[in-house]
């Protein structure tokens, strides 16, 4: 079957960096997006990779390995409004989004 | 900035009734989905459309149609509502027929049956 793993819940401090990782395995691989979610809002894009590496985009950053079945995101300077469920998403084979159930990052002062 | 709304926010219904959930894109996406949400699990896709009065089911379709008459409108329907419907419905547009490109949502219907 396809799965997404990725940690229910993370806490981490004001201005700190935290990596919400996400390992997947699916019927093929075209990309994989992540989104973040506040709460009683809509998803919206952070990312979208498909080749290995790193994405940098200010705060933020993204990291690809296809052999590995892996994916990080990378907060940096943590802001409280940071708060919020990340979302890890991969593009199968037939192009359907496969989701994970999502971190919920909590940050405290 | 793409658009995409949905009918309501919140939304009571008792077991049986017939429930209509309306979302408009106003960017000429090709592309329309319905999910639900549900506390520990992921985002579940009920069905998607790629065209207008085109629809395709996805992982959930039991208990649920659509229907997509105009390209910006798409209606998710609840025949007959049960209490395992209880959930957050999120509508998500996207531009071409290549699903690569990115998924915007709609703000979210919670829906609650009794």
């Known amino acids: 079957g396809q799965n997404i793993d990725q940690p229910t819940e993370m806490t981490a401090t004001e201005g700190a960096i935290v990596q919400i990782n996400c390992t997947y395995q699916t019927s093929g691989f075209n990309g994989l997006f992540w989104y973040q979610q506040h709460a009683g809002e809509a998803p919206t894009f952070l990312s979208y990779?498909?080749l290995d590496g790193l994405e940098e985009k200010g705060r933020f950053s993204s990291f690809l390995s296809r052999s590995k079945g892996y994916s990080y995101l990378l907060l940096k300077e943590l802001q409280m409004k940071d708060s919020a469920s990340y979302l890890c998403a991969v593009l199968d084979s037939n192009y359907q989004l496969i989701w994970g159930a999502g971190t919920k990052l909590i940050i405290k002062p | 900035d793409v658009k995409v709304t949905q009918s309501s926010r919140y939304l009571v219904k008792r077991t049986g009734e017939k429930v209509f959930l309306e979302c408009v894109q106003d960017?000429?996406?090709?592309?329309m989905f319905w999910y639900r949400q549900d506390p520990g699990l992921g985002l579940r896709l009920i069905y998607f459309?790629?065209?207008?009065?085109?629809?395709e089911k996805g992982d959930i379709p039991e208990g649920y149609s659509v229907s997509r008459e105009k390209k910006e409108r798409f209606s998710l329907i609840l025949e007959s509502a049960s209490t395992n419907q209880t959930s957050m419905y999120l509508c998500?547009?996207?531009?071409?027929?290549?699903?690569?490109?990115?998924?915007?949502f709609g703000p979210g219907t919670r829906l609650t049956v009794l």
């Open positions: 960017m000429d996406h090709e592309n």
């Open positions: 990779n498909v």
């Open positions: 459309s790629y065209d207008v009065k085109m629809k």
């Open positions: 998500a547009s996207s531009r071409d027929g290549r699903e690569t490109d990115t998924q915007y």
